[in-house]
């Protein structure tokens, strides 16, 4: 059975840093995105930022550009969201999600949602508040 756990969220102060922390444990994948969503209440979850495992690539919604950074733990099912510089609106429930493609593949089908929906795992999520 795959299971995604996320921890890191909490509440923060505009202009503050937070770690999402992602563990996957039961998958194993040739080849392997992971990827952050975050979702707003009432809204559909939108990607945040995902990695692609097989080569290192990366990409960033333009509202995550030069503020988060999508990593993972060598040779470990573990993929980490550091969340610098931090707004009001990022408030939303964060989830990790892991799909057995890659980036190109993601790309292709033109939705990340959708690949995760058909192919992939979604963890349960953390809370991410940050106050003005």
């Known amino acids: 059975q795959v299971q995604l756990v996320e921890s890191g969220g909490g509440s923060v102060q505009a202009g503050g840093s937070l770690r999402l922390s992602c563990v996957a444990s039961?998958?194993?994948?040739?080849?392997?995105?992971w990827a952050w969503f975050r979702q707003f209440p009432g809204k559909e979850r939108d990607e945040v930022a995902i990695?692609?495992?097989?080569?290192?690539?990366?990409y960033y919604t333009d509202s995550a550009k030069g503020r988060f950074t999508i990593s993972q733990e060598d040779g470990k099912n573990t993929v980490f969201l550091q969340m610098n510089s931090l707004k009001p609106e990022d408030t939303a429930m964060y989830y990790c999600a892991a799909v057995p493609l890659s980036l190109t593949q993601i790309q292709a089908l033109g939705s990340t949602a959708r690949a995760v929906a058909e192919l992939g795992y979604w963890g349960q999520g953390t809370q991410v508040t940050v106050s003005s």
């Open positions: 990695i692609d495992t097989g080569d290192g690539k990366t």
């Open positions: 039961g998958y194993t994948s040739t080849r392997t995105c």
